[in-house]
């Protein structure tokens, strides 16, 4: 049904966004019971929702769910980092900044080899490349922070010695690492459709560079905003 009407369109789209934001919250309260990510179920409401499910709300502008996304990540980071006292992550900085950084690349890297082994063994006639791999074990390679606060926070888990602040530091600061590889991949991806052929193994080298100029930059602002 078309509705013409201004009001009428707004009525109907506070009460759509009444109705997700209900089994938003009935799913965190449902995850919190079966010990679930709280991600999954909110896929599973947004799938409900969507074309394909009971809603058939229809969706495809991808500007703004970036902006949403990062929108809503913003809140998620600052809201790990202010409830985040500065003397229990102290002793774990070093280890902690180690993991998020170093920690992801060697997660990225053997997710990407066992999916690559895996997609040679289930289809070999696709010849996935190595490059797309890798792309996809950048974007799933980082620790989902608000499932790690949600849970370490919520449930009374006994961690021993400072193995909690550790995973807080870690879930909390690895997101750049994993969007740097993500946006690097893509330049690759489109460096070899540009080509027409694989790229050499050097040009993975040019991560090297690109990490420690970004890192610092966005190290320098991130501490910069935080003291003023």
């Known amino acids: ?9 707004l009525h109907v789209l ?3 966004a009444a109705v997700l934001l209900f089994f938003g919250i009935s799913a965190s309260k449902v995850s919190a019971r079966l010990n679930m990510p709280t991600l999954l179920v909110f896929l599973g409401v947004g799938m409900l929702a969507g074309t394909e499910g009971l809603g058939r709300i ?3 502008d991808a500007a703004a769910a970036n902006q949403i996304g990062s ?11 202010f409830d985040t006292e500065w003397k229990s992550i102290r002793p774990v900085l070093p280890r ?11 997660t990225a890297v053997f997710l990407a080899v066992c999916c690559y082994w895996l997609l040679q063994w289930i289809a070999p006639e696709q010849r996935f490349s ?3 791999c890798l792309l996809l074990a950048s974007i799933i390679s980082s620790t989902d922070a608000a499932a790690v ?3 370490l926070r919520s449930k009374n888990v006994g961690l021993k010695g400072n193995l909690r602040p550790l995973l807080e530091l870690e879930s909390g600061s690895n997101d750049p ?10 330049g690759i991806i489109s460096r070899e459709y540009a080509e027409g052929r694989p790229v050499e193994w050097s040009a993975y080298l040019e991560l090297i560079p690109q990490f420690f100029q970004q890192m610092c930059i966005g190290g320098l602002w991130g501490a910069l905003i935080g003291v003023f």
Do not use: E, R
């Open 58 to 60: 229809a969706f495809s």
């Open 149 to 151: 606060f949600a849970i």
């Open 130 to 132: 190595f490059s797309w």
């Open 96 to 106: 902690g900044l180690l993991l998020a950084s170093v920690g992801v690349l060697l």
């Open 14 to 16: 506070l009460a759509l």
């Open 177 to 186: 690492m994993a969007a740097l590889m993500t946006v690097f991949m893509l």
């Open 1 to 9: 049904m078309v509705l013409s009407d201004p009001s009428q369109q």
């Open 71 to 81: 929108l809503a990540m913003c809140f998620i980071l600052f809201s790990g980092g």
